[in-house]
Antibody
């Protein structure tokens, strides 16, 4: 069965950096676009970024453009999100999801808290 | 940006009854509309895509309808496991989600 397991969340100060990871199993990872989607506490969902199966096409929400970098390692069935210059408004649960624009499987999420 | 508006914010329904959830888009999204279910501590689960197609393994009591700017998710006979938060999402262009409808036990 499809499984997506995120890790790397935690508490970081404003202006700091964090790298999230997602390990995929149960499907051929290299066949699929992958996405990061976040959910601020008590708020709605926001699509953050997605990457093509080869890694050659990448898109970001305007809210994170220039600060976040999505990447993948198909040999390790892994998806990453490097987050720099973090702000309080980046505080959220970050989900790894399969596909772009229409996520058919999601992980359980990892919490990122940006606070001094 | 396409703004998705869901109503009501909270819906109280008894088990076995029908629940109807609404979603409106600020401009036409054609049939590029999905519904997700989210339970506490879990990632969302895809229920419906293409406005009316059930995702793999989704029970027939879940149905979706609509096109353009007005959409509906109907759960025909509520089971205990259906009480959760439901989100609509458009994917006609950069994806955006509604704020959610919490379906609670009456």
């Amino acid at each position: 069965q499809v499984q997506l397991v995120e890790s790397g969340g935690g508490l970081v100060k404003p202006g700091g950096s964090l790298r999230l990871s997602c390990v995929a199993s149960g499907f051929t990872f290299s066949d699929y676009y992958m996405s990061w989607i976040r959910q601020a506490p008590g708020k709605g969902l926001e699509w953050v970024s997605y990457i093509s199966n080869s890694g050659s096409s990448i898109y970001y929400a305007d809210s994170v453009k220039g600060r976040f970098t999505i990447s993948r390692d198909n040999a390790k069935n892994s998806l990453y999100l490097q987050m720099n210059s973090l702000r309080a408004e980046d505080t959220a649960v970050y989900y790894c999801a399969r596909k772009q624009w229409l996520a058919d499987y999601w992980g359980q999420g990892t919490l990122v808290t940006v606070s001094s | 940006e396409i703004v998705m508006t869901q109503s009501p914010a909270t819906l109280s329904v008894s088990p076995g009854e029908r629940a109807t959830l609404s979603c409106r888009a600020s401009q036409s999204v054609s049939s590029n509309l999905a519904w997700y279910q989210q339970k506490p501590g879990q990632g969302p689960r895809l229920l419906i895509y293409g406005a009316s197609t059930r995702a793999t393994g989704i029970p027939a009591r879940f149905s979706g309808s609509g096109s353009g700017t007005e959409f509906t998710l109907t759960i025909s006979s509520l089971q205990s496991e259906d009480f959760a938060v439901y989100y609509c999402q458009q994917y006609n262009n950069w994806p955006s989600f509604g704020q959610g409808t919490k379906l609670e036990i009456k």
